[in-house]
């Protein structure tokens, strides 16, 4: 199926909420990533996000260059042509824009999304994260609250980031006392009485209970999933609204364990920011190629090895199949595997 529309996006989205599940966002930086994504996604029977960070923008670009703008482009119109070969929707989504990538990277994407619209098409991502993290929170609000009326004008949602992830993504790295990583209801209020609940624009929150990016093993990340809850319940008396109010999303999940991220998603998560987990499965089977096929990837002693096995299609197939297989076993953690749009 074709990339979502803003509505589709919408819909999803919606769908998650009511549905008590979320989607999983999975990182991608080349074309091989994105057709792992789309595979495990297909075999899930779950729709989903594909996203990508400056880095990952900057790979796709090539790495002697560096054009994230151009990068996170030619990403979005490679996945716009080849997911109209699967029978999943997935929505395309920028992550991890700080302050000082702003210029290079978002804001050049919203520009380009704005002259879609102009034109009747449908904006190129149906979000954008602006990672505020790293400023003051008064900043990080005031940024976007700009941010947010350029985004309602072209149909695409915005997504924040009201605490601090610990550890280190794409160069974005924080490190701090441990309050920091917990946001309060006290935060999230500022937030909204400058966003509004939707009125303004549509928004998700990535709040912060404890998240860490990077590799850990179960338990030693001190995630406090209940906190979404308590915040869901302080907005939502603060401001009169239903329960859960909040659309959440979910960073630096490696390492949570299955009852941590069941919770999250009970507290309003949508949306599952995943990375490390699909970065090592693809690796990891090809080292084990690699390993079991020494003497046909490398020409040993003078030998003429095996073209049939250092073809880079080879463990290439398999590398995206393991990935695949990681995003599989996200989508059945999630709650959103049988459920796309499509079924």
């Not at 260059?65 to 996945?79: E, M, S």
Request: charged share 20%; hydrophobic share 40%.
């Amino acid at each position: 199926m074709p990339v979502a529309t803003p509505e589709q996006y919408a819909e999803m989205l919606d769908r998650a909420k009511a549905g008590g599940f979320a989607y999983p966002a999975i990182n991608a930086a080349s074309s091989q990533s994105v057709n792992a994504v789309l595979q495990g996604l297909t075999e899930a029977g779950s729709d989903g996000i594909l996203q990508v960070t400056t880095g990952g923008a900057d790979y796709f670009a090539g790495h002697t260059v560096k054009g994230r703008a151009t990068g996170a482009l030619a990403f979005a119109k490679f996945v716009t042509e080849v997911a109209k070969n699967y029978p999943i929707t997935v929505a395309l989504h920028t992550d991890h824009c700080p302050k000082d990538a702003l210029p290079g990277f978002v804001l050049p994407l919203i520009e380009a999304s704005e002259e879609e619209v102009r034109a009747g098409r449908n904006p190129i991502f149906q979000s954008h994260m602006w990672d505020g993290s790293a400023v003051p929170l008064d900043e990080n609000i005031e940024i976007a609250k700009d941010l947010l009326p350029r985004m309602k004008n072209i149909s695409a949602i915005l997504e924040v980031e009201i605490g601090v992830v610990g550890g280190e993504e794409d160069g974005v790295q924080h490190e701090g006392s441990n309050d920091a990583l917990y946001t309060t209801v006290a935060d999230v209020t500022k937030a909204v009485e400058a966003l509004g609940l939707g009125d303004q624009g549509r928004y998700i929150s990535a709040l912060t209970f404890g998240n860490v990016h990077g590799v850990y093993k179960p338990g030693n990340v001190k995630l406090r999933p209940e906190l979404l809850g308590e915040i869901q319940a302080g907005i939502a008396e603060r401001f009169g609204t239903g329960e859960k109010p909040l659309d959440l999303v979910f960073h630096g999940g490696s390492g949570s364990t299955s009852e941590e991220i069941a919770l999250a998603v009970a507290n309003g998560v949508i949306k599952m920011n995943i990375d490390t987990d699909t970065q090592y499965a693809f690796t990891r089977s090809v080292a084990g190629f690699m390993f079991e096929n020494y003497e046909g990837v490398l020409k040993v002693d003078g030998e003429v090895g095996n073209k049939k096995k250092y073809d880079p299609r080879a463990w290439g197939k398999i590398a995206e199949s393991a990935m695949a297989a990681r995003v599989v076993e996200a989508t059945q953690q999630l709650g959103s595997a049988g459920k796309s749009l499509s079924v």
